[in-house]
């Protein structure tokens, strides 16, 4: 039985990017919150308590900021897919899950949000 099974979130990072397909949209920046859940085998890490054996949620955020920041989105599905990537892609994570919310983007709504996942084997 593996007790290390580590669950990393990362809540509400608060971003602008270009995203959507309105003129408005595409001529201005609007905020973006993402959260963000990476599972991993932590028993290494937890054993010897050193960084090089523990996935570094800094490094992967740094790169999520540079893709939202850097980039422009016609799409939802497209941001969330880029960023769940970014949060799949070191090997030893088992399971991920991006979410990124749009504030305001419908009248008399808060926000609009998609999710997508992935399970690697």
């Given at each position: 039985?593996?007790?290390?099974?580590a669950?990393?979130?990362?809540?509400?990072?608060r971003l602008r990017?270009?995203?959507?397909?309105n003129e408005?949209?595409?001529?201005n920046?609007?905020?973006?919150?993402?959260?963000i859940?990476?599972?991993?085998?932590?028993?290494?890490?937890?054993?010897?308590?050193?960084?090089?054996?523990?996935l570094?949620?800094k490094?992967?955020?740094?790169?999520?900021?540079?893709l939202?920041?850097?980039?422009?989105?016609?799409?939802?599905e497209?941001?969330?897919?880029d960023?769940?990537?970014?949060a799949?892609?070191?090997?030893?994570?088992?399971f991920a899950e991006?979410?990124?919310?749009?504030?305001h983007?419908?009248?008399?709504?808060?926000?609009?949000?998609?999710?997508?996942?992935c399970?690697?084997?």
């Amino acid at each position: 039985m593996n007790l290390n099974l580590a669950t990393i979130r990362i809540k509400n990072l608060r971003l602008r990017t270009y995203i959507g397909i309105n003129e408005d949209e595409i001529k201005n920046q609007q905020d973006v919150v993402i959260n963000i859940i990476i599972e991993y085998d932590a028993q290494k890490a937890t054993d010897t308590d050193q960084m090089q054996d523990a996935l570094n949620y800094k490094t992967i955020t740094k790169a999520i900021i540079r893709l939202v920041e850097d980039n422009r989105f016609s799409l939802l599905e497209k941001l969330t897919a880029d960023v769940l990537a970014i949060a799949a892609e070191h090997p030893w994570v088992t399971f991920a899950e991006a979410e990124v919310d749009k504030p305001h983007a419908l009248r008399f709504s808060d926000s609009v949000s998609l999710a997508l996942s992935c399970t690697k084997g």
